[in-house]
């Protein structure tokens, strides 16, 4: 983890190293289970050519900015890079809106302190795979810091980590499917079979009660890679 305040001594860490899979057989359900451990960093007093830099030479957009203990107090983003080329040829109007007249002053910022959104948009680690999604939907950004009870910097997510629990193969989805949730269905057993294609379950069989479809199809979207879920019940 990046924590040197100095924007030079953190290029110099490695970038891309993702968690570690989960146990064999059971899926990603929180962020610590999908997200980057080794993170590009700057510190506040990081100056303007030094942040652009190394967002270049990563190939990030967006990098966080941390104090000296770990604690991220903002993110710079490439837009917020770009506030000084966007107001070279002149400020915007009083009559502007406040967004635009608050980007002017970013643009004669010359550290990640005053170039940097603040407070940060984050998510803790054992935060659920939905939650960061919605939290990225609802801010319309593309990764999120992620951090720990005090705000400490852990690791970083990004919309294609989220994404991954859909490349898990049909089988493996399947299996998961039969071993945890339907074993929580009262009296479910080998008359119900679970098929996966392409993401899709589709529960064949008899249910001991008619009414349990809807519990079971909960159920199911609760497994990580589970596209939609059809049933064929006799």
Same mark, same amino acid.
């Given at each position: 983890m990046a924590h040197d305040a100095?924007? =030079?001594?953190?290029?110099?860490?490695?970038?891309?190293?993702?968690?570690?899979?989960?146990?064999a057989g059971a899926s990603p359900r929180t962020v610590g289970d999908v997200m980057t451990h080794a993170v *590009?960093?700057?510190g506040r007093q990081?100056?303007?050519?030094?942040?652009? +830099?190394?967002?270049?030479?990563?190939?990030?957009?967006?990098?966080?900015?941390?104090?000296?203990?770990? =604690?991220v107090i903002g993110v710079v983003s490439e837009a917020d890079l @770009?506030?000084?080329?966007?107001? =070279?040829?002149?400020?915007p109007g009083l009559n502007e809106p406040r967004e635009r007249r608050e980007r002017l002053l970013k643009s004669g910022?010359?550290?990640?302190?005053?170039?940097?959104?603040?407070?940060?948009?984050?998510? +803790?680690?054992?935060a659920r795979l939905t939650e960061a999604a919605r939290i990225m939907a609802r801010k319309q950004v593309? #990764?999120?810091?992620?951090?720990?009870?005090?705000? #400490?910097?852990?690791? *970083?997510?990004? +919309?294609g980590d989220l994404l991954k629990v859909f490349l898990r193969e049909d089988e493996e989805i399947a299996e998961e499917i039969r071993r945890d949730a339907l074993?929580? @269905?009262?009296?479910?057993?080998?008359? *119900? #079979?679970?098929?996966?294609?392409?993401?899709?379950a589709t529960v064949r069989g008899r249910l001991p009660d008619p009414s349990l479809a809807p519990v079971a199809a =909960?159920? *199911?979207?609760?497994?990580?890679?589970?596209?939609?879920?059809?049933?064929d019940l006799g």
């Open positions: 100095d924007v =030079r001594d953190q290029a110099r860490r490695p970038v891309g190293a993702h968690g570690q899979d989960p146990e *590009i960093a700057v990081a100056a303007f050519k030094d942040v652009t +830099r190394n967002m270049q030479e990563w190939r990030v957009s967006a990098v966080p900015v941390l104090e000296a203990d770990g =604690r @770009l506030a000084m080329e966007e107001y =070279r040829d002149g400020a910022a010359r550290t990640a302190g005053d170039l940097m959104s603040s407070p940060a948009v984050s998510v +803790r680690e054992d593309k #990764r999120l810091p992620v951090v720990d009870g005090e705000g #400490r910097l852990t690791g *970083i997510v990004s +919309r074993a929580l @269905l009262p009296g479910a057993g080998a008359e *119900i #079979r679970v098929e996966v294609e392409k993401g899709v =909960r159920l *199911i979207h609760s497994v990580a890679g589970v596209v939609d879920v059809r049933f």
